[in-house]
């Protein structure tokens, strides 16, 4: 497989751009979260945020930046125009892909669990020490960081905040 570190061609935007991009962010964070919400998040209340749904104001850069804090996603569609994701510093990330380690495991998987292979349908402890230990950590490794990030995702807004 052939990997490219060619970086990709990136225009910056116009301000009327950024605009665009910046106001269907607020509203999908608005539709997600509320706009009290939101509001709260940007320091202004409920007649400035109505000022800035419309187009005709923008918040400070800091306020922008600082709706990462509650919502991760608060820049996707900003990031996606110049061909970025915004992801935790602690977040795995690599250049291989997860997909050729999960292929391989399902495929180690099905010859360890086969019929005729030396434990039948249950894996041997030998079977188990042959496999790639440092596939397996990386596989359970980004599969417990997706689990926890739904986690976080799906509770609650409120329990969120605080």
């Known amino acids: 497989m052939q990997r490219s570190n060619v970086v990709p061609r990136v225009q910056p935007l116009t301000e009327q751009q950024f605009r665009s991009k910046w106001l269907r962010a607020l509203s999908r ?5 509320g706009d009290g919400q939101v509001a709260l998040w ?15 104001s923008l918040p400070t850069a800091d306020k922008i930046w600082n709706l990462l804090a509650w919502d991760d996603s608060a820049h996707d569609e900003l990031d996606r125009e110049y061909g970025l994701k915004n992801v935790g510093a602690d977040a795995i990330c690599t250049s291989d892909p997860l997909t050729i380690d999960l292929i391989a495991l399902a495929h180690e998987t099905a010859q360890a669990e086969a019929p005729d292979s030396p434990g039948g349908t249950a894996t041997t402890d030998h079977e188990l020490l042959l496999k790639d230990e440092g596939r397996l950590r990386k ?15 799906r ?5 969120r905040v605080s």
């Open 139 to 153: 596989c359970y490794r980004t599969l417990g960081t997706w689990l926890a990030r739904i986690e976080e995702i």
């Open 42 to 56: 940007l320091g202004v209340g409920d007649r400035q945020l109505r000022n800035i749904k419309s187009g005709a």
């Open 29 to 33: 964070l608005c539709d997600q979260h």
């Open 155 to 159: 509770r609650p807004a409120l329990r």
